[in-house]
Nanobody, 124 residues
């Protein structure tokens, strides 16, 4: 069993920044890729970014590329999402997910465990 706990969400003005954290416990964190997904009000959950088990390989959706940065600290069992130049359309519940393999996946089916999410609200 894996537990994922997100933190760092909140209210921010457009153009501002937030840093989300996801603390993992319950299995060997460093063996698996991690990802962030988000779900805006009235929309389906979508992939945001993923990172491989070493932290070298990263992948971003077009909507956040150049503004968001994913990273991980395997010694701390934590993955981070640095969000800069936030836009109102970034408003969503952000979910941390642990993949079923060491390699990044942009699909929900590739994820084995999910956190409960943290709300990010960007005001205009």
């Amino acid at each position: 069993q894996v537990q994922l706990v997100e933190s760092g969400g909140g209210l921010v003005q457009a153009g501002g920044s937030l840093r989300l954290s996801c603390a993992a416990s319950g299995r060997t964190f460093s063996n698996y890729a991690m990802g962030w997904f988000r779900q805006a009000p009235g929309k389906e959950r979508e992939f945001v970014t993923g990172i491989g088990w070493t932290g070298v390989t990263t992948y971003y959706s077009d909507s956040v590329k150049g503004r968001f940065t994913i990273s991980r600290n395997n010694a701390k069992n934590t993955v981070y999402l640095q969000m800069n130049s936030l836009k109102p359309e970034d408003t969503a519940v952000y979910y941390c997910a642990a993949a079923k393999s060491p390699y990044t996946s942009s699909s929900e089916a590739g994820m084995g465990y999910w956190g409960k999410g943290t709300l990010v609200t960007v005001s205009s």
